[in-house]
């Protein structure tokens, strides 16, 4: 039988907890620290490597700092969510209404605002759920965690506009790729919304785990990805390009950024 036990290991510049499972009767007598390591054995820093006991605190006041911060940006921008946000639920149901949505350019530039916003709250919205799950499953504290997510999105961001920029250049077609990178804009947003229950359901009921939430947030916007990819096979049919050319474009500007910057992240 084996019990759970956590042990706190400091020297004079860092301190670590190393959770481990041991047989119940290794209780009652000496054990040697190679026995420590298996691979159930999860090591975790409470606070960051050579910090005093005035920084120790610091990631939970930096956290508290960046959510601050975007419940601002949500208090300054309240005004393009307000006027975006139904434009874009119904670009979701039909494509004319995306189309509809763009020749406002006033609206489209609020719906471009509003994007932004979802960028950032999902690292927000997942460092919040799952702050513990994060620093003992990853040993990431929390705050970076969520600067490197936001990071990532950023990056994959910036390739899939290369890839439209570089497949506008090569098919001399500004519009069809235009409106595929604008109709990602609104999947991104309402993506962001559906997993916003997800929050409340850790709010009403803590007794959820942070992994569970985690799934939960995932699986509800895998709808919401498989609409967009309907939607991009729409408008790149609907131009007259091949069901071939759709394929090579699904492979090369959905899923090469994200499997590349998820190759890069492993790798490190």
Known sequence: MFQKDTLYITD?????????DLPVTHFNRDISADSLWSSTTKSLAPYPMGSSSKVQNSPNLLLSGII?????????????????LPA????????KN????????????????VFVISLI?????ITIMADNFISSEFGIYPPFFLILFFLSLIAIGVAKKLIFKLLSWLNRDKYTFASL????????????????????????NPELTEETLIYAMAFSILPIYILYIFRS????IGNRFSPFFYILYL???EILPIVLLAHFILSL
């Open 12 to 20: 004079s510049v860092s301190c670590r907890y190393l959770i481990v």
């Open 68 to 84: 601050l911060t975007f419940l601002i940006i949500l208090i300054i921008f309240s005004r393009e969510l307000i006027s975006a």
């Open 88 to 95: 874009v639920f119904k670009s979701i149901f039909s494509l």
């Open 98 to 113: 995306h189309y509809k949505l763009e020749e406002r350019l006033s609206l489209s530039n609020m719906r471009n605002i």
């Open 121 to 125: 709250y999902f690292p927000v919205i």
């Open 181 to 204: 990178e604008k109709t990602g804009f609104n999947h991104v947003i309402v993506a962001a919304i559906v997993t916003f229950p997800s929050l409340l359901a850790k709010l009403f």
């Open 233 to 236: 096979y729409q408008i790149i």
């Open 251 to 253: 492979c090369g500007a």
